[in-house]
């Protein structure tokens, strides 16, 4: 059981968990992840590590509302406790002195880029950070980011805040300027991690994305996780869950990523009908 110490809202659909798990915080690396479980009936699920405190013995996720369990996750308040944490898992980052790096992350891929940008601005690189989110209200962390990069640029698409547009946008304008680019890293939504390595592929610039695909045991048994890269199989959990933008097969991606929709809407949509009846019954003074 792993504790719960911290539970915030840090925007709409996105939340802040700081757990209690001092032997995955002990051996964290940049790019790992975890596989958590809510309940013991509860899927499998893999989070990026946002953040982790050897000395503390904890580790921090970002976590976006999208189906049943995250929703579970959101739910949870401090005190309360997860079933199941593994972890750390995947392989970490390749860090190095490469010039000028820029990191990009939409949404929950916000909270998976400050690591990477802390540990390549100490390693001597200049961190160029890029933020996306639909509108202001979305953008988060970037008080941290600033702390550990040379420039941070806020994009959004409706122009609220920063640059309007999306985060491939400034970059392909860096680019397109001749400025020097040496490394890119992107973490996010499918959608945005390929527009962003498309965006790199004609300039030659090493595009590392994290991919997220179904995982189950996330230890390279099931196959569950594989995509093609270079046009071989690979699996995410134990061969990623970065890889070469430039060489992902992105239709075979986001076609495995969709294979359970109607199932995930279902069970959205019995949960949420569940917790409606338990709110009415509170609201009559039922016991249950």
């Not at 719960?4 to 915080?25: C, G, M, R, T, Y």
């Not at 953040?51 to 049943?68: A, F, R, S």
């Not at 690189?125 to 980011?145: G, H, M, T």
Request: glycine share 10%.
């Amino acid at each position: 059981m792993f504790k719960v110490l911290i539970s915030d809202q840090l925007v709409p659909n996105i939340h802040f968990l700081k757990i209690e798990a001092p032997e995955i915080a002990k051996k964290a690396l940049v790019g790992n992840f975890v596989v958590v479980m809510v309940d013991e009936v509860g899927e499998r699920i893999p989070l990026s590590l946002a953040d982790w405190d050897t000395e503390e013995g904890t580790i921090t996720l970002v976590v976006m509302q999208v189906g049943t369990s995250s929703r579970k996750l959101a739910g949870l308040k401090p005190g309360d406790y997860l079933f199941s944490v593994a972890g750390p898992l995947g392989l970490a980052s390749h860090l190095d002195n490469f010039g000028t790096v820029a990191c990009l992350g939409g949404c929950y891929g916000i909270g998976a880029i400050f690591p990477l940008a802390r540990s390549l601005k100490k390693l001597g690189n200049k961190v160029i950070s890029i933020i996306e989110a639909r509108s202001k209200n979305l953008l988060y962390w970037r008080d941290k980011l600033e702390q550990v990069s040379d420039e941070i640029i806020l994009v959004t698409g409706d122009g609220s805040s920063g640059y309007k547009g999306w985060a491939y946008d400034p970059l392909k304008e860096m680019l397109e300027e001749g400025k020097k680019i040496d490394r890119v890293y992107a973490h996010g939504c499918t959608f945005m991690i390929r527009l962003i390595s498309e965006a790199t592929k004609s300039f030659k610039v090493k595009t590392l994305v994290g991919l997220n695909p179904i995982m189950v045991d996330a230890t390279g048994m099931c196959g569950v996780c594989r995509v093609s890269v270079g046009g071989e199989s690979k699996f995410a959990c134990v061969d990623g869950p970065e890889f070469d933008g430039h060489e992902v097969d992105w239709d075979i991606l986001a076609a495995r990523k969709t294979v359970y929709l109607e199932e995930e809407l279902r069970s959205l949509q019995r949960f949420e009908c569940q917790q409606w009846y338990f709110e009415e019954a509170k609201a009559i003074g039922v016991k249950l």
